[in-house]
């Protein structure tokens, strides 16, 4: 995966939170229990794109190999402290 197709598929998470979120402004009541559950993975998703995008970018700083880099299991993404 590419910094462009990985880029792409943040704005495609982004788009999809904001129009549950929306969605659940409508309605006053909140989200249910799976729109929670979207936003949640979402979220998730959003982490570990953003977590591979940044480290393509430090591999080529480095003159490494971006394409080496490859998508962190979710829970190494999630333990991680900024």
Do not use: F
């Not at 229990?33 to 979220?43: F, G, M, N, S």
Request: hydrophobic content about 35%.
């Amino acid at each position: 995966m590419d910094d462009k197709t990985i880029l792409n598929r943040i704005t495609e998470l982004v788009d999809e939170e904001h129009r549950l979120r929306a969605a659940a402004q409508e309605h006053e009541a909140g989200t249910d229990d799976a729109a929670r559950e979207r936003l949640r993975a979402l979220e998730e998703s959003l982490d570990q794109c953003w977590d591979l995008l940044r480290r393509r970018r430090a591999a080529r700083q480095a003159h490494g190999d971006p394409d080496a880099q490859g998508e962190r299991p979710l829970p190494e993404v999630e333990r991680y402290l900024q």
